[in-house]
């Protein structure tokens, strides 16, 4: 899918914006905060429905407004669409596709399909195991609704069993109450955790082949989820029932559910070794593209569209060689490409000065 063409009205630094993308790579250049990221923040907020630099998504309205206002025309293979986010101080926030108001979030996930890079995904690796289990879950959100409806009854599950851990009852009462909450935890967790696994096992050759195609053949990258696995979502259950069994004690005293797919992992091995633990930060880095390139590729895999890639500044982080390599690759996709300087080829230049063209 493509991007066509971008509006925004008083969203951060920008109070009133238009432009036209190219189908290829689109550089977006200039000083630092001019709103380069800004513009990046916009584009994937219309992917997937949130932004991931604000936590309070009314930041992102120009400070003396009331209103943000960001609309974007998305081109796919059966036609145009149009995407509109309205933030507000006062109201809630709507999200219109082809002018329809919709109801859940969900309903958006799939409209614009987007892979997204900054310096701050490049600790992909080396941060903490949520930044990995939300990677596997905003990508798979992206290619299937059930699993973010899934997700979202998971964690109201999780965050009622964690309530009653909390609450103090009878011990007999709180066992009763808690084994109904643990059949429902681990029906939903098992199958979050295997479509993660599923989702890996997808991943792992395209990661393998993009990491070597980075290191010019000189790794090799491998994939594996970590915690509660299993073959089968019965096998999945039957060993996540056992291990709510095995920690009750400990749950009960820390009032904290410690199993569950929202505790597990991702385990990456370069040549054996594991990157997080041994690998060098340029390897780091290095393997978090590689996954990022692979999650564009699963995705346009599962379906059947492209989708754009957002690049916010990495490519003073990477070496000379990986640059190249991945411009390379962005030659596949459509991509926006923030920097304050660029040589190279480009399909659009856009410079941005203080939230203007
Ligand atoms: N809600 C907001 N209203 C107005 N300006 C904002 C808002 N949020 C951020 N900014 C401004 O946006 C600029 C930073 O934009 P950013 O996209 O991060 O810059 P860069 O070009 O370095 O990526 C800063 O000047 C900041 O003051
Ligand atoms: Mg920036």
Same mark, same amino acid.
Request: charged share 30%; aromatic share 8%.
């Given at each position: 899918m493509?991007?066509?063409s971008?509006k925004?009205?008083?969203?951060?630094n920008?109070?009133?914006?238009?432009?036209?993308?190219?189908d290829?790579l689109n550089?977006?250049?200039?000083?630092n905060a001019?709103?380069?990221?800004?513009l990046?923040e916009a584009?994937?907020m219309?992917?997937?429905?949130?932004?991931?630099?604000?936590t309070?998504?009314?930041?992102a309205?120009?400070?003396?407004?009331?209103?943000?206002y960001?609309?974007?025309?998305?081109?796919?293979? !059966?036609?145009?669409?149009?995407?509109?986010?309205i933030?507000?101080?006062?109201?809630k926030?709507?999200?219109?596709i082809?002018?329809?108001?919709?109801k859940?979030?969900g309903?958006?996930?799939?409209e614009?399909?987007?892979?997204? !890079?900054s310096?701050d995904?490049?600790?992909l690796?080396?941060?903490?195991?949520?930044?990995?289990?939300r990677? $596997?879950?905003?990508?798979?959100?992206q $290619?299937?609704?059930?699993?973010?409806?899934?997700?979202g009854?998971?964690?109201?599950?999780l965050?009622?069993?964690?309530?009653?851990?909390?609450?103090?009852?009878?011990?007999?009462?709180?066992?009763?109450?808690l084994?109904?909450?643990d059949e429902?935890?681990?029906?939903?967790?098992s199958k979050?955790?295997l479509?993660?696994?599923?989702f890996?096992?997808?991943l792992a050759?395209?990661?393998l082949?993009?990491h070597?195609?980075?290191?010019?053949?000189?790794?090799e990258?491998?994939?594996e989820?970590?915690g509660?696995?299993?073959k089968t979502?019965?096998?999945?259950?039957?060993?996540f029932l056992?291990?709510?069994?095995k920690?009750l004690?400990k749950d009960?005293?820390?009032?904290?559910?410690?199993?569950g797919?929202?505790r597990?992992?991702?385990?990456?091995t370069?040549?054996?070794?594991d990157?997080?633990?041994?690998?060098s930060?340029?390897q780091?880095?290095?393997t978090?593209?590689?996954?990022?390139?692979?999650e564009l590729?699963?995705i346009?895999?599962?379906?059947g569209e492209?989708?754009?890639?957002?690049?916010?500044?990495v490519?003073?982080e990477?070496?000379v060689?990986r640059?190249k390599?991945?411009?390379?690759?962005?030659?596949?996709?459509?991509? !926006?490409?923030t920097?304050?300087? !660029?040589?190279?080829e480009a399909?659009k230049?856009?410079?941005?000065?203080?939230g203007?063209?």
């Amino acid at each position: 899918m493509k991007v066509k063409s971008l509006k925004l009205n008083n969203y951060r630094n920008y109070s009133d914006f238009r432009v036209e993308f190219s189908d290829g790579l689109n550089i977006i250049k200039g000083a630092n905060a001019q709103g380069k990221t800004n513009l990046i923040e916009a584009i994937y907020m219309c992917s997937i429905g949130k932004s991931l630099r604000a936590t309070k998504e009314r930041q992102a309205i120009m400070w003396d407004k009331e209103r943000a206002y960001i609309s974007l025309e998305v081109e796919k293979k !059966f036609g145009k669409s149009s995407i509109e986010i309205i933030l507000s101080k006062t109201a809630k926030k709507t999200v219109r596709i082809n002018k329809i108001p919709i109801k859940k979030i969900g309903e958006l996930l799939g409209e614009l399909n987007a892979v997204f !890079f900054s310096p701050d995904e490049l600790k992909l690796i080396k941060e903490s195991p949520e930044d990995r289990r939300r990677f $596997m879950d905003i990508s798979l959100s992206q $290619m299937s609704k059930a699993y973010f409806y899934l997700l979202g009854k998971y964690e109201r599950i999780l965050a009622n069993r964690n309530k009653l851990l909390k609450e103090e009852l009878s011990r007999e009462k709180l066992l009763s109450t808690l084994s109904i909450w643990d059949e429902q935890l681990s029906t939903v967790g098992s199958k979050i955790i295997l479509s993660r696994i599923h989702f890996l096992e997808s991943l792992a050759p395209y990661a393998l082949l993009s990491h070597k195609y980075l290191t010019s053949d000189a790794e090799e990258l491998k994939l594996e989820y970590t915690g509660l696995t299993g073959k089968t979502e019965e096998e999945v259950k039957q060993k996540f029932l056992q291990a709510l069994n095995k920690n009750l004690e400990k749950d009960i005293r820390l009032c904290y559910t410690s199993v569950g797919p929202h505790r597990d992992d991702i385990k990456v091995t370069v040549n054996g070794i594991d990157v997080r633990a041994f690998g060098s930060q340029g390897q780091q880095r290095t393997t978090a593209l590689s996954l990022k390139l692979a999650e564009l590729e699963i995705i346009e895999k599962q379906t059947g569209e492209k989708p754009i890639l957002l690049l916010d500044d990495v490519l003073s982080e990477l070496d000379v060689n990986r640059k190249k390599r991945l411009l390379n690759f962005c030659k596949k996709t459509q991509t !926006f490409l923030t920097c304050t300087e !660029f040589e190279g080829e480009a399909d659009k230049v856009i410079v941005i000065q203080k939230g203007k063209l």
